[in-house]
């Protein structure tokens, strides 16, 4: 009986010992494209492009540089692809799906006049960023930083406004655009 017992008590120790299964982590989506399409009330679209085909540690990406008119609201919408696939897959739409878990965040250095206002949300009413406001100031330049955050705090202090610094989560995406306010 005494072996019987002993014989149990390491079986649990052994069986209780085992290492959990492991958590698989975000697995990022492979983004090799952005376009951000603004498009004025009145006058010419105008698009920002970054591209990125062999990935990081490649050749460099392209990054357009484009003007905005002073003075001006723009309708915006950014689009993210797999360029990789043929054809190109639309992470947009996945994001979009899970837009309780995306966020996109808009920055422009203190040079830039230049404000965002998102128009869309996700499903709890947070802001998600596909589809936003710009609005241009002054003749200014500088650069606007997008960035895509996978599982942000989105009820952190300043997040639903845009601000990034509370939001957590991990990047998906970000690229640094100059931009001309003529």
Do not use: W
Not at 63 to 84: G, H, P
Not at 147 to 153: A, G, K, Q, S, V
């Amino acid at each position: 009986m005494r072996k019987l017992i002993l014989f149990a008590f390491v079986s649990l120790i052994f069986f209780s010992c085992e290492k959990d299964d492991p958590i698989v982590p975000h697995e990022e989506e492979l983004i090799t494209t952005m376009n951000l399409t603004l498009t004025p009330d009145s006058g010419e679209v105008v698009l920002f492009t970054f591209s990125d085909l062999d990935g990081d540690g490649g050749d460099d990406p392209s990054i357009s540089t484009e003007a905005l008119r002073a003075n001006t609201v723009y309708s915006a919408t950014l689009e993210l692809l797999n360029a990789t696939e043929s054809p190109a897959e639309d992470i947009t739409e996945e994001i979009r799906e899970e837009n309780e878990e995306h966020q996109f965040f808009f920055r422009s250095n203190a040079g830039l006049d230049l404000s965002v206002e998102y128009n869309d949300q996700d499903d709890s009413g947070n802001p998600l960023g596909v589809e936003t406001n710009f609005s241009t100031g002054a003749p200014s330049s500088g650069q606007l930083i997008v960035t895509l955050r996978h599982e942000p705090n989105k009820s952190a202090s300043g997040v639903s406004e845009g601000d990034i610094s509370n939001a957590g989560g991990e990047t998906d995406i970000e690229v640094t655009f100059d931009v001309v306010i003529e």
